[in-house]
């Protein structure tokens, strides 16, 4: 690019998705407790496991095959299988595209993360977000363009690594809101400066940093956007974040009223009002680990579940009654997905699996009700239609109306690209 902004840039082709939401379930939900019912674990329950394995936590790991402790049921016309564990996703089985051949091939969380949500297993590299609003900027001037919900609780493994733009200008990076209220801290001005002194300061300011520019100096005209738009966010960021307006019906659909999902269905309703004014990016997290059930599978993964299964189906359900489904990517999805064997036999649960795992993508121009992939008759790896996260990457681009290969950032004298030489593939079978 010769300059850094927000401002809408043209794609390359004519696009499918506008905008997209990520939820992203960080330690690795098990997919053969969830959407991907595997009957040989039944069958095997506390035998030896019969094959090789690899285990990332070697003093906790056992041989003994783990079955699932919930019953799988075939939802929407399109009989998608989910665990009772997800009603919620169970209502919009029409809408989903599960791909159950997903595969980083990395067991640590860090470096799985990293894949991913920066395209490579090495730190430092631009976020998924960063990448798409560099290269199709926003249709909100005043509004960031990639806005990152985070858990009350604590950062993600990886912390602000998840949404940076790595070497990317600043202005590229995910914005973060604040868990609690209120979300974004100073968006008023000091009595003193509020109304017109302020605007005489900024206009001031502004000239002052127009005759500084020197043409070419593009990591300092990201910086003076980024400063332009905090001053534009005073009013509509309060706006977004203010659910005030929303009706209790609309509340209640995200599970506001429930303790156990207000603060999640809180964050998917503000995500909603996000899209709505033309953001083109948002992610929401759930907290440190909240996926990574070593042990106690039994009763951590019904709560994690519960705190987000009904108000990512509201969501879904709510732009798609708004007629933005169409053109909105809903992502659910962790860094990994779980053994079929047991680790900790006191309190059992499962380790780290990326051979193979389960996620899911609506809307954008993704197939509604159609499963992609699978995995061996344990869960543990991916044997047909193998998803790698570069191919995930590609073929988001492709809906975005952007080509991977052609989406370059100099740095160093050299080409970046968010696949990076890796042999990506649209996935056309999972697109309408």
Same mark, same amino acid.
């Given at each position: 690019?010769?300059?850094?902004?927000?401002?809408?840039?043209?794609?390359?082709?004519?696009?499918?998705?506008?905008?997209?939401?990520?939820?992203?379930?960080?330690?690795?939900?098990?997919?053969?407790? *969830?959407?991907?019912?595997?009957? *040989?674990?039944?069958?095997?329950?506390?035998?030896?496991?019969?094959?090789?394995?690899?285990?990332?936590?070697?003093?906790?790991?056992?041989?003994?095959?783990?079955?699932?402790?919930?019953?799988?049921?075939?939802?929407?016309? =399109?009989?998608?299988?989910?665990?009772?564990?997800?009603?919620?996703?169970?209502?919009?089985?029409?809408?989903?595209?599960?791909?159950?051949?997903?595969?980083?091939?990395?067991?640590?969380?860090?470096?799985?993360?990293?894949? *991913?949500?920066?395209?490579?297993?090495?730190?430092?590299?631009?976020?998924?977000?960063?990448?798409?609003?560099? %290269?199709?900027?926003?249709?909100? /001037?005043?509004?960031?363009?990639?806005?990152?919900?985070?858990?009350?609780?604590?950062?993600?493994?990886?912390?602000? #690594?998840?949404?940076?733009?790595?070497?990317?200008?600043?202005?590229?990076?995910?914005?973060?809101?604040?868990?609690?209220?209120?979300?974004?801290?100073?968006?008023?001005?000091?009595?003193?400066?509020?109304?017109?002194?302020?605007?005489?300061?900024?206009?001031?300011?502004? $000239?002052?940093?127009?005759? /500084?520019?020197?043409?070419?100096?593009?990591?300092?005209?990201?910086?003076?956007?980024?400063? $332009? #738009?905090?001053?534009?966010?005073?009013?509509?960021?309060?706006?977004?974040?203010?659910?005030?307006?929303?009706?209790?019906?609309?509340?209640?659909?995200?599970?506001?009223?429930?303790?156990?999902?207000?603060?999640?269905?809180?964050? =998917?309703?503000?995500?909603?009002? #996000?899209?709505?004014?033309?953001?083109?990016?948002?992610?929401?997290?759930?907290?440190?680990?909240?996926?990574?059930?070593? %042990?106690?599978?039994?009763?951590? #993964?019904?709560?994690?579940?519960?705190?987000?299964?009904?108000?990512?189906?509201?969501?879904?359900?709510?732009?798609?009654?708004?007629?933005?489904?169409?053109?909105?990517?809903?992502?659910? %999805?962790?860094?990994?997905?779980?053994?079929?064997?047991?680790?900790?036999?006191?309190?059992?649960?499962?380790?780290?699996?990326?051979?193979?795992?389960?996620?899911?993508?609506?809307?954008?121009?993704?197939?509604?009700?159609?499963?992609? %992939?699978?995995?061996?008759?344990?869960?543990?790896?991916?044997?047909?239609?193998?998803?790698?996260?570069?191919?995930?990457?590609?073929?988001?681009?492709?809906?975005?109306?952007?080509?991977?290969? /052609?989406?370059?950032?100099?740095?160093?004298?050299?080409?970046?690209?968010?696949?990076?030489? /890796?042999?990506?593939?649209?996935?056309?079978?999972?697109?309408?």
């Amino acid at each position: 690019a010769s300059s850094h902004t927000l401002l809408p840039k043209k794609p390359y082709h004519t696009p499918r998705a506008k905008a997209m939401v990520s939820f992203f379930m960080q330690g690795g939900p098990s997919q053969m407790d *969830l959407c991907d019912p595997k009957p *040989l674990l039944d069958e095997w329950a506390g035998k030896d496991f019969p094959e090789k394995i690899k285990y990332d936590n070697a003093a906790q790991a056992s041989s003994k095959v783990l079955a699932s402790s919930w019953k799988f049921k075939k939802h929407g016309q =399109c009989g998608m299988d989910f665990s009772e564990l997800l009603p919620g996703f169970s209502e919009i089985a029409d809408d989903i595209c599960l791909i159950r051949s997903m595969h980083t091939g990395v067991n640590n969380h860090g470096q799985s993360i990293h894949a *991913l949500n920066s395209g490579r297993t090495s730190k430092g590299r631009p976020a998924l977000g960063s990448w798409l609003t560099y %290269g199709l900027g926003s249709e909100n /001037q005043n509004l960031p363009a990639y806005m990152v919900l985070r858990d009350p609780a604590n950062l993600p493994v990886e912390g602000v #690594l998840n949404w940076s733009a790595g070497w990317l200008p600043s202005l590229y990076q995910g914005t973060v809101a604040r868990a609690r209220e209120p979300r974004i801290l100073n968006l008023e001005a000091p009595p003193h400066l509020s109304g017109k002194p302020q605007e005489n300061f900024l206009e001031f300011l502004s $000239e002052l940093n127009r005759k /500084q520019a020197l043409p070419g100096e593009l990591d300092l005209e990201a910086r003076i956007a980024s400063f $332009e #738009l905090a001053a534009r966010m005073q009013t509509a960021a309060a706006d977004v974040m203010d659910i005030s307006s929303e009706s209790e019906a609309t509340k209640k659909m995200y599970g506001i009223d429930n303790e156990a999902t207000k603060d999640f269905g809180t964050r =998917c309703l503000i995500a909603r009002r #996000l899209i709505e004014r033309g953001v083109r990016f948002v992610q929401v997290f759930t907290k440190n680990q909240y996926w990574d059930h070593h %042990g106690n599978i039994k009763n951590s #993964l019904p709560a994690s579940c519960k705190k987000i299964d009904r108000p990512i189906g509201a969501l879904v359900k709510d732009l798609k009654g708004r007629g933005l489904l169409d053109s909105t990517v809903v992502h659910w %999805g962790g860094e990994m997905g779980r053994l079929p064997v047991v680790q900790n036999e006191k309190s059992p649960g499962r380790d780290h699996n990326t051979y193979g795992f389960s996620m899911w993508l609506a809307g954008g121009g993704f197939k509604g009700g159609h499963i992609h %992939g699978a995995t061996d008759e344990w869960g543990h790896r991916a044997v047909e239609n193998v998803v790698n996260h570069y191919d995930y990457h590609a073929t988001l681009l492709h809906l975005f109306g952007l080509d991977h290969t /052609q989406l370059t950032y100099k740095r160093a004298a050299q080409e970046q690209t968010l696949t990076d030489g /890796q042999k990506a593939r649209v996935v056309k079978e999972i697109l309408v």
